[in-house]
């Protein structure tokens, strides 16, 4: 993990959906974010709370810790990557070596790659699209306090 790097996970049982580390000078780590309070961070990046991890990012309080943006250094068992419409799923992450799945059978291993030979083969990360939040106008009326005859969509 980096520091300002974007995180989900949950803290105490509460799931935390935006957050981002926090790495204190003395190397510290730092999950801030709006929903629970803890330890403060030197830097909490413009959030209202900070939540102290072990140097190892660990946490007895803190489960389902992982990055939000995928990317070819923090790819994990699970996610996919694919070329020319042919997805495969990451079987292993071993140091530099990332093992993928054949792109019929994701029970079969194909190959193990550096994040380098597939950047060049062409392969792109597979990104999760953020839900749709669906509201309707008296939604919108009720979190900005006002009637819902004085809202304007334009």
Known sequence: ???NQKVTCEIEGTKITDARISINKDG???ICQNEKDGFYAN????????WMLNRDFTSSSVTNLCPFEKDWDTLQI????????????????????????????????????????????GYTIVRDTP??????LQDIADLKGVDVESIKII
């Open 1 to 3: 993990m980096k520091h």
């Open 28 to 30: 510290l780590p730092f």
């Open 43 to 50: 830097n909490k990046l413009g959030y209202k709370y900070s």
């Open 78 to 121: 699970g996610d996919e990557v694919e070329l020319r419409h042919e997805k495969r799923t990451v079987l292993g992450v071993c140091g530099r070596a990332i093992f993928l799945s054949w792109a019929g059978n994701k029970d079969r291993c194909s190959n193990g790659w550096t994040k380098e030979d597939l950047i060049i083969e």
């Open 131 to 136: 839900p749709i939040m669906e509201l309707t």
